[in-house]
């Protein structure tokens, strides 16, 4: 895979659905468990201890990428990944946003229909 | 965090009452805070104007889904699409859906957005699918690993 820019900095308005179909897979969700505690980890470090193949893990994490949660960082010639969290939690804020536009919009019905 | 946003809220008024309030477009209007141009028609696109306060200059847009009358009304639509420079037709659209319950003193009416993880069939290699059930679940687990990173 060619060393692309990996680095680009986070858009302000990342389509949401892919970061949730991205989060839909349990080894993904694995590798993200790993990932979160804030540490870097190589494609080798990730692949040991697990069934899957080195390229399995790199085609995950290429997906993970791709949306952002998980950046890849440049320690000399080894390639590392990290996560990110910052989609994960806008996401969050997102739904709680709807979340409350629905609440104020039904307590706005519930005064119409019942006056 | 879910992919799904579910509430529920009791009405002290008949089935009917709120089945109207629901679905006649003026109505509709009022507590929505949108000026909707015509009736709505299952299938059809519905279209209006904003009237909330500091949005008024927003286009408002649903596909009307299904009508079956003091049950269930729904439509999808771009959920609070705010940006008016933005096009969201590109955007998957979410369904919402507004079920309707008689109970002891009124009505029970239970609103469900659903779709917040589609994304077009297009763009849609086998890594992407989603595997069976446990989304909740595993949706609860990123939020775990994201609250305790912080």
Known sequence: MSPKSHSRPVAKRQPRAPIFAALGDETRLLLLAKLSGGQPYSISQLTAGSKLTRQAITKHLRVLERVRIVRCVRAGRERRFEFDPQPIEEMKRYLDSVSQQWDQALSRLKSFVED | ?150
């Open chain 2, 1 to 150: 965090m879910n992919n799904c946003i579910e509430k529920k809220i009791e009405l002290k008024a008949p089935l009917s009452r709120v089945w109207r309030a629901l679905t006649d477009y003026r109505e509709f209007g009022q507590w929505f805070r949108v000026k909707v141009d015509g009736p709505f028609v299952p299938g059809e696109i519905s279209r209006g104007q904003v009237t909330y306060p500091g949005y008024e200059h927003l286009q408002w847009e649903v596909v009307v889904q299904k009508m079956e009358p003091e049950r269930l009304f729904s439509f999808t639509w771009h959920p609070y699409a705010v940006d008016p420079e933005k096009d969201y037709s590109k955007e998957t659209p979410t369904l919402v859906e507004f079920g309707l319950e008689k109970i002891a003193n009124g009505t029970l009416l239970v609103v469900t957005e659903s779709g917040f993880d589609k994304i077009p069939s297009d763009r849609r290699p086998e890594a992407f699918r989603m595997n069976d059930g446990g989304w909740t679940e595993q949706m609860k687990n990123i939020e775990n690993y994201v609250t305790q990173k912080s």
